[in-house]
């Protein structure tokens, strides 16, 4: 009998994602998000905000992780007592960026950035963004620019994402794929199958089962031949937003450090 060791609930998402290569991100749209990535060595960072994991490949998973995601968009479901359906509709109303409207979507204190007692803040309200459609996509908007701020912190370590990876109960809307993918900069994607951290566990059987018995393969030709992309959920970023969200996550860091600086987060 073969035994091997397993490995952690995002490790097996990397696998099971195809997470296993330079360019290739997974973020999980969860009742909290995470980001992660590939590398060939670790990476540092210096502020402590990327965590220097080790994957289930050899390798390294730089991962970063909010505490705020579904939580924030099922709490605006409970306020207007929508269903996700109905979420879904309010949030295409509402204009890209939300006419100004920004939410800074800290309802359980946060991770990322470091804000423990955080709270959640609205601001830019106005007498036409005070409506239930901009405060739903605020909401959207606002937990994805949280995750963006992960990403760009990859980026400023060196790691350049080609494709998102999409994962998580948040990745089943349409309108959060685009979101993201505008956020982002990059084209998202969900996987066919729903399960990805299981995939990935089944896969890193395979290749136990594998070197065990001296037979030759690779985590890449695995995934390569299992882990399969849904096609019909792949969201382009739209060029038309892409100095408006540049912008808001400019302003969402700048109020998130004032506030804090003022010890109101």
Not at 33 to 41: D, H, L, N, W
């Amino acid at each position: 009998m073969t035994v091997s060791a397993g490995g952690g609930d995002n490790m097996m998402g990397a696998i099971g994602t195809g997470n296993v290569q330079p360019g290739v991100v997974t973020v999980s749209l969860g009742t909290s998000g995470t980001v992660y990535a590939f590398a060939e060595k670790p990476v540092i960072d210096p502020r402590g905000e990327i965590a220097a994991f080790c994957d289930s490949t050899d390798r390294w998973l730089p991962l970063a992780c909010t505490m705020n995601v579904t939580v924030a968009t099922e709490q605006v479901c409970r306020m207007f007592g929508w269903s996700h359906e109905e979420l879904e509709k309010n949030v295409h109303t509402a204009p890209a960026g939300c006419g100004g409207l920004l939410f800074l979507p800290y309802l359980n204190g946060e991770r990322t950035p470091n804000l423990p007692n955080g709270t959640g803040v609205l601001h830019g309200m106005k007498t036409e963004t005070m409506t239930a459609a901009h405060l739903a996509r605020a909401t959207m908007e606002g937990v994805t620019l949280g995750l963006g701020y992960g990403l760009n912190r990859f980026r400023e370590l060196g790691i350049q994402p080609t494709e998102i990876r999409l994962t998580g109960g948040g990745s089943k809307s349409p309108i959060w794929r685009q979101i993201a993918a505008d956020i982002f900069g990059v084209p998202t994607i969900c996987l066919a199958s729903a399960e990805g951290a299981a995939l990935g566990a089944a896969l890193q059987a395979t290749y136990a089962s594998h070197m065990a018995t001296g037979q030759t393969t690779t985590f890449r030709h695995l995934t390569d031949k299992f882990v399969k992309l849904d096609e019909s959920t792949r969201a382009k970023p739209n060029s038309d937003h892409k100095e408006l969200y540049t912008e808001l996550l400019t302003r969402q860091g700048d109020l998130t450090r004032r506030l804090h600086a003022a010890d109101y987060l």
